[in-house]
């Protein structure tokens, strides 16, 4: 009998350790992304000839553009600058990419995503299936084959620059 109380204490410890896997979330879930933006996709070619990364990419710049819109960690207190600049940035990635105009954010952000995870298994077929609303196979094969994209590696730095803001301690 007394072994079983600590039996379970072991047993949600071990569960516990697992689940955190050292990680502690933070309130925004988009400042460690923009503070790892630049070194991943913010200078010339990163994502040429990487079209999981690329995917990601394209991921973040619409989460970040729809943040800036509309997040209140995001949307109040930034650089005037930064709403613009992601826009034309995700008008840039989409462009380059053949996103039918009207894609909303969410949608896009969402595509691009699942399409990443799907390319890291190396999953075509899902990756193709994921990217359908915003172009799929046509779009798969240009995010393996991605020009250089200048206003996507200005908004990398913008982003890494806001989140990095003494004054946004968050």
């Given at each position: 009998?007394?072994?079983?109380?600590l039996?379970?204490?072991l047993?949600?410890?071990?569960?516990?350790?697992?689940?955190?896997?050292?990680y502690?979330?933070?309130?925004?879930?988009?400042?460690?992304?923009?503070r790892?933006?630049?070194?991943?996709?913010?200078?010339?070619?990163?994502?040429?000839?990487?079209?999981a990364?690329?995917?990601?990419?394209?991921?973040?710049?619409?989460?970040?553009?729809?943040?800036a819109?509309?997040?209140?960690?995001?949307?109040?207190?930034r650089?005037?600058?930064?709403?613009?600049?992601?826009?034309?940035?995700r008008?840039e990635?989409?462009?380059?990419?053949?996103?039918?105009?009207?894609?909303p954010?969410?949608?896009?952000?969402?595509?691009?995503?699942?399409?990443?995870?799907?390319?890291?298994?190396?999953?075509?077929?899902?990756?193709?299936?994921?990217?359908?609303?915003?172009g799929?196979?046509?779009?798969?094969?240009?995010?393996?084959?991605l020009?250089?994209?200048?206003?996507v590696?200005?908004a990398a730095?913008?982003?890494?620059?806001?989140?990095?803001?003494?004054?946004?301690?968050?």
């Open positions: 009998m007394r072994s079983t109380p039996l379970l204490l047993s949600l410890a071990a569960c516990a350790g697992e689940a955190l896997n050292g502690v979330p933070l309130a925004d879930p988009l400042r460690e992304p923009a790892a933006a630049p070194f991943e996709y913010g200078h010339p070619n990163a994502l040429a000839g990487r079209p990364e690329a995917a990601r990419a394209a991921a973040e710049i619409e989460a970040f553009a729809q943040a819109e509309s997040d209140p960690f995001w949307a109040y207190g650089s005037a600058e930064l709403l613009p600049q992601l826009q034309i940035a008008r990635f989409r462009e380059a990419l053949g996103v039918p105009r009207g894609v954010p969410e949608v896009a952000k969402r595509s691009f995503a699942t399409a990443s995870l799907a390319l890291r298994r190396y999953d075509t077929a899902a990756a193709t299936a994921a990217l359908a609303p915003v799929g196979a046509a779009t798969l094969a240009r995010l393996g084959a020009p250089r994209l200048p206003r590696e200005e730095q913008a982003v890494a620059n806001e989140a990095n803001r003494p004054d946004r301690s968050r």
